[in-house]
């Protein structure tokens, strides 16, 4: 045999004791006298050759050297690269880790796929090439983000011709990027609510957390541990079955979705529509939600998937289904138990058990959303 080569005694061994024996590669390497990487290697060319074990015993010795070292094919250096695309749109399903895509992976290839380490490395090196917001593996139906736009939409006064920014509502699904977009006339409690329950209509469902970045019409204490929410976004939080976890002070990555989000919706529609005469909001609007379907169904460059089509293959079966009524917008508040035991709400005055005089009561006064 030529420099590079074993016995054919030591070949015929290995393919005894690998493939026929089904035997570790470590026993069979300590059974030969030879290194592991020969003995990948005398099975990968053995595969290659497309022989089948048994061999044949009407094959030459020579014929089946020929094969396995003389015959072009795959070598060690053309392993299959995994579709790092799937891999990545496959880590946002629940229960699916790394581990259990490599071993399909090396079901599909046998020898011809990359070990465990490096088919990992692969995958970091994929997920660095990809925009900020992508590269944190969010799960199916897990996470709703959301934010005003630091840019809104121009509106002009038809009367006077005077100009106004209407700000603009960003929501983003974590695991497929589905953005919604809404502008307001302006940034108040009611609006914010309002802004939820068209964004929850939008996707069709209800994402399990629904994240604000400390936004004042929704969270009234920012902190790390115990931020405390507007009580009305805690009652709408309770109509539509979802958890608010406002994003921590000083952690920019909790956020790092739903700012991609804004910035692009601020250049694919935002700056897009600043040549538009709007007079306004309903205008507005209906000119963002056209672009807002061009932006959804655009490929992204490395995924190669729009974020419509990852919304209907990840988030859209995911999602908790839509209450049977919207949110009946309502503003809540904690006054103090009077002397008199009555409580100023809406500029009305109501009696409650004596016993809480003193106390702060929750108070609710509802109004037609």
Known sequence: ??????????????????LGEKRSLRDTSASVRCSPSKVHDVVLRFNTA???WPVDDSLEESDLERLMYDSPGKTMSQKVSPDLNYVNTEMHRKGVTLQLLWQEY????????YQYSRFCRMYREFQKKLSPGMRYIHKAGE??????SGDGVKITNGDTGTVWEAPVFVGVLGASGYT????????????????????YEYWGGVPELTIPDNERTGITKACNYEPDLNLTYFHMSRHYETTVIPTRPGKPKDKALVENAVLIVQRWIIAALRNHTFFNVA??????????????????????????????????????????????????SEPKVHIDYHILVDKHYYSVPYQYIGEKVSACHQTDL
């Open 1 to 18: 045999m030529s420099k590079g080569r074993i016995s054919m005694r030591k070949l015929k061994e290995i393919l005894r004791l690998r």
């Open 50 to 52: 497309g022989l089948t």
């Open 106 to 113: 090396k079901e599909i290839n046998g020898s011809f796929g």
């Open 143 to 148: 996470k709703g983000f959301v934010d005003w």
């Open 180 to 199: 919604f977009a809404t502008a307001k006339p302006d940034r108040t409690s009611r609006n914010w609510i309002d802004c939820h329950c068209e964004m």
């Open 283 to 332: 205008q507005a609007n209906e000119a963002i939600r056209e672009k807002l379907i061009d932006y959804n169904n655009k490929k992204m460059q490395l995924v190669d998937s729009s974020r419509s089509e990852l919304f209907i293959l990840l988030d859209k079966p995911a999602l908790k289904p839509l209450p049977a009524i919207r949110y009946q917008y309502a503003e809540w």
